[in-house]
C-alpha cells in the first residue's frame, strides 16, 4: 500500500541491518481487520438493534397517543378520533359503513379514516374501531347517535359506547397505521381506510394504506397446565401450547378451493348489495318523470372520450357540477372506445327530464354517426347509491383518470363543491381529466 511499494511489511522490518525504519508499527492485513463474530455474538447484536429499534418505534407512538383524553365525557371541544366499542362481532367493514350512513354519516364527507380490527383466524371483528370525522360537532353528533345503542344487526344485547381515541386526528392516526403490518392484509377489508376530501387534502383521494391489530390479542403463550414448580395446573382450563392453537397448514389445493368458496361468498354478499340498491322496474318508465334523477344515455357512438362527451354536454347547456353530480362512461380497456352507453345524475328530477327532452331520439354531434340516443331511467338512482356502488368496484382505480367514475358535488349538497374520491376528471364543465 502507500509509499510501501507493493509488498507487505511485517511488524518494524527494516532493511539489510535489521533496524527498524521507524518508531512506528506497521501492521499486518490480518491484523488491521478485526476478527470475525461467533454465531452468537451476531444473534446478541441483532437482539440489541432489534430492542433499539422498538425502543425507538414505542417512543414515537407514546408521543402520538394522549391517554388522558379517552376519559373525558362527550359533548367534547377537542376530539375528533373516536372509539366505537361493544361491536357485536360478526359486523364486517361493508356492514358497519353501511349502517353509518344509513344513520346520516358519509364516508369522506363526515369521516375521513375508519378501521375495524379483524381477527384473521375467524374473520370476526375484535368488538371496537376507530373513526376520525372531519369536525369535533361531527364526533359529538355521533355519539349522540349511537352512545348506549344497540346495533341493528344480528339481535345481540350489547350496548355501544363512544369515547375519545388515544390516537388524535388524520395526520396521527396515518402516521401509525401507514408503519404497521395490517396495511398490507390481503384482504382490504381487514386494512385501515383512509379518505381525504377536496377542501382537506387536495383532491378527494383514498390513501394508499388499508390499521393494526389493536386488542386483546396476548403475547406469549404458555403450556398447557404450566405452573409453579410444583407442576400441578394453576386452572382447570387448558392453556393451548402455541403448535396446538395454530391450525395445520392448508395443501395448496385446500387454500384454492378456501379461495373459491370466499370468493363466492363475497360475490353473493356484493350481488345481495346491488340488488337491494337496484329498481330494475323504474327503468320501463317514460319521462317525463316524477322520481328519477339517475339516467343511462344509450346508443352512443364507440368513439367518444369522457371528455368529447362532457364537451358535449356543456355545449348543450348541461353543467358538471351544477346541474349534475355524477357522470361515468364505462371504457374497453383494451381498445380505449366506450361501450356505448354512460350514467349521468342530475341534481334534480326536472333536470333530468330537460336532459331527456334534449337528446330523446337526436343523434350525436361527432363522427357522423347514424345512431339515436335512447333516454332511460338507471336502475340505481341518486347520488348516494351510485357512489356507495361504484366506490366498491375496480373502475375506481384504473390508472387512465378518463376511465373512472366522476363523483362531483356542488356547494349547497356537499358543503363546498368539492370533487370525491372516486373522480375521475377536472372540474368545471369541460371534464377532461
Sequence with gaps: GGGGGGGSMARGSSGSSGAPTSGKPVLLLSESIPPRKTGAE????????????????????????????????????????????????????????????????????????????????????????????????????????????????????????????????????????????????????????????????????????????????????????SSGSSGAPTSGKPVLLLSESIPPRKTGAEKEQLHRERRAEA??????????????????????????????????????????????LLDSGFRLQNDFDFFYLPMDHSNAANLGYCFINFVETAMANAFAAAFQGKKMRRFNSNKTVVVMPASIQGYERNYAYYSSTRVVQAEDPQYRPLFMRTASSAGGGQASGCGGAGGGGGGGG
Design 42 to 225: 451476531k444473534e446478541q447484536l441483532h437482539r440489541e438493534r432489534r430492542a433499539e429499534a422498538r425502543a425507538a418505534k414505542d417512543s414515537i407512538i407514546n408521543r402520538m397517543k394522549n391517554n388522558d383524553i379517552t376519559q373525558r365525557e362527550p359533548p367534547w371541544t377537542d376530539v375528533t378520533t373516536v372509539m366505537m366499542r361493544n361491536l357485536p362481532n360478526k359486523y364486517t367493514q361493508q356492514m358497519l359503513l353501511e349502517e353509518l350512513l344509513d344513520s346520516g354519516f358519509r364516508l369522506q364527507n363526515d369521516f375521513d379514516f375508519f378501521y375495524l380490527p379483524m381477527d384473521h383466524s375467524n374473520a370476526a371483528n375484535l368488538g371496537y374501531c376507530f373513526i376520525n370525522f372531519v369536525e369535533t360537532a361531527m364526533a359529538n353528533a355521533f355519539a349522540a347517535a349511537f352512545q348506549g345503542k344497540k346495533m341493528r344487526r344480528f339481535n345481540s344485547n350489547k350496548t355501544v359506547v363512544v369515547m375519545p381515541a388515544s390516537i388524535q386526528g388524520y395526520e396521527r392516526n396515518y402516521a401509525y397505521y401507514s408503519s404497521t403490518r395490517v396495511v398490507q392484509a390481503e384482504d382490504p377489508q381487514y386494512r385501515p381506510l383512509f379518505m381525504r376530501t377536496a377542501s382537506s387534502a387536495g383532491g378527494g383521494q383514498a390513501s394508499g394504506c388499508g390499521g393494526a391489530g389493536g386488542g386483546g390479542g396476548g403475547g406469549g403463550s404458555m403450556a398447557r397446565g
Design 267 to 312: 360475490r353473493a354478499a356484493k350481488d345481495s348489495i346491488i340488488n337491494r340498491m337496484k329498481n330494475n322496474d323504474i327503468t320501463q318508465r317514460e319521462p317525463p318523470w316524477t322520481d328519477v334523477t339517475t339516467v343511462m344515455m344509450r346508443n352512443l357512438p364507440n368513439k367518444y372520450t369522457q371528455q368529447m362527451l362532457l364537451e358535449e
